[in-house]
């Protein structure tokens, strides 16, 4: 069974930092492209960021890019997002997507990221 779990959310104030994890089973992660989208209360999911399958190439959204860090351990079938310099509008619940582009995408069940005072 193809799996995705999502780790590391939380409370943090503006300016702050979080660390999420996905870990993947069931599947070769060495060879799917990565990605991270999030979904801010009441809206549309948005595309964040991919990573490649080496993961020597990594693509952000404007919205993120030079706050937010995409990487890959294949050793440990693991996805990383790095996020600093948080603001109120990266509240969000946000997921690992295998294929995200594809008919048959994966997705986690997500974790939750509150940014605030």
């Known amino acids: 069974e193809v799996q995705l779990v999502e780790s590391g959310g939380g409370l943090v104030q503006p300016g702050g930092s979080l660390s999420l994890s996905c870990a993947a089973s069931?599947?070769?992660?060495?060879?799917?492209?990565m990605t991270w989208v999030r979904q801010p209360p009441g809206k549309g999911l948005e595309w964040i960021s991919d990573?490649?399958?080496?993961?020597?190439?990594?693509f952000y959204a404007d919205s993120v890019k030079g706050r937010f860090t995409i990487s890959r351990d294949n050793v440990k079938k693991t996805v990383y997002l790095q996020m600093n310099s948080l603001k109120p509008e990266d509240t969000a619940v946000y997921y690992c997507?295998?294929?995200?582009?594809?008919?048959?995408?994966?997705r986690g069940q997500g974790t939750q990221v509150t940014v605030s005072s």
């Open positions: 990573i490649s399958i080496g993961g020597s190439s990594t």
């Open positions: 069931g599947f070769t992660f060495s060879t799917y492209v």
């Open positions: 997507v295998r294929g995200y582009r594809s008919r048959n995408s994966v």
